[in-house]
């Protein structure tokens, strides 16, 4: 398990996010959290051999392909693809590997670690970003919808 101290300063030092499984449906949670980070400053790339172009941006078959910096790859994948995801996050030399919510691979991270990677699992990097630096409101999301003031108007 990661501390709140290493995740806030993966979220503090790392800014160029190649999010693994980033689909083009808006309602998906990679595509809600991928926006989330663009929001915040984050240079997001996204990763899906079944998309051309994601939120404005060029989206590339694997790692590999990927012609800038990652520093961190953030997998919205099965368990299972874990294991290939971090040798290419290896090899591309990210400095980060962030499993989402229910991605957990024991062995993967194992390996990660020991080619000097942080870890981060079973966790969502815009969750995460909420939570320690503001912004984690009712349901994780601040759509400014839902607030103690009260409206001025009044629909009577």
Request: charged residues 25%; aromatic residues 8%; hydrophobic residues 45%.
């Amino acid at each position: 398990m990661t501390d709140i101290p290493t995740m806030r300063r993966i979220l503090r030092e790392n800014h160029s996010i190649a999010v693994v499984g980033l689909s083009s449906k808006w309602h998906r949670p990679s595509n809600f959290a991928a926006k989330y980070l663009i929001d915040h400053g984050y240079e997001v790339i996204p990763v899906n051999p079944g998309e051309t172009e994601v939120l404005g941006q060029r989206c590339y078959a694997d790692l590999l392909e990927v012609p800038a910096r990652v520093d961190v790859v953030d997998i919205f994948r099965r368990p299972e693809e874990v294991p290939a995801l971090v040798d290419q996050a290896i090899e591309i030399g990210a400095r980060v590997v962030w499993m989402q919510i229910g991605v957990v691979h024991e062995e993967a991270a194992a390996k990660a670690r020991a080619a000097g990677l942080d870890v981060v699992m079973d966790r969502c990097m815009k969750i995460e970003y909420a939570r320690l630096f503001g912004g984690l409101n009712f349901v994780g999301v601040n759509t400014g919808v839902v607030s103690s003031h009260r409206s001025r108007y009044v629909p009577y």
